[in-house]
């Protein structure tokens, strides 16, 4: 798979973050777009991954900026979770573990083909302090292996102006349920 934007696909991406970030900036307090385009455009390969987030309705926004490496963070920002990344089981093993009615893939696999990482749960309160964000919807987030070696995994949303978490079977799978992924460039 060719994981390269055309130069047009680029400038475009290009113009839609650069658009959310202007109109976000309380999620990104001194923090300037040209400095973020100058590490973008030098990564294509990051390129083509927020591209995918964007593809799958993800809405990705820089969240943070670490001092020490240089590095931003990109997370999906959409209100709810990602239309394109729904009704998802948790990953490959939950996924060929279903008898009937397979859903068609598994989060951990589209993570990873998109270049992105699943959210921890204190990554999910940190986007949360951000914004209000999954009130009618819930995604999944990063497992801890020992509660996944017992068949379960993990999902939070918010409600009441409270961020929860919850277990769920790792096979099991929801129109209303998908994962944010966040990106470092």
């Not at 001194?30 to 591209?51: C, F, G, I, R, Y």
């Not at 979770?81 to 093993?93: I, V």
């Not at 939070?156 to 992924?181: I, K, Q």
Request: glycine share 4%.
């Amino acid at each position: 798979m060719n994981k390269k934007l055309s130069p047009e696909d680029q400038t475009d991406l290009l113009q839609r973050l650069k658009t959310r970030f202007e109109n976000n900036m309380p999620r990104h307090p001194d923090m300037e777009w040209d400095a973020v385009k100058t590490k973008l455009v030098a990564q294509p390969d990051k390129l083509w991954s927020l591209n995918e987030m964007e593809r799958t309705d993800g809405e990705p926004d820089v969240i943070a900026f670490d001092k020490s490496t240089g590095a931003y963070h990109f997370c999906d920002c959409a209100t709810e979770s990602p239309k394109g990344r729904r009704s998802l089981c948790y990953d490959r093993k939950a996924l060929d573990s279903r008898k009937e009615n397979k859903p068609k893939d598994n989060v951990v696999d589209v993570a990873a083909s998109m270049g992105i990482k699943m959210l921890t749960e204190e990554q999910y309160r940190e986007l949360q302090a951000l914004g209000a964000f999954d009130l009618k919807t819930s995604s999944w987030i990063q497992t801890p292996n020992e509660i996944r070696s017992l068949g379960g995994a993990l999902f939070c949303d918010r409600r009441y102006n409270h961020v929860f978490v919850y277990h769920n079977g790792a096979e099991s799978y929801y129109a209303s349920r998908a994962f944010r992924g966040i990106l470092t460039v």
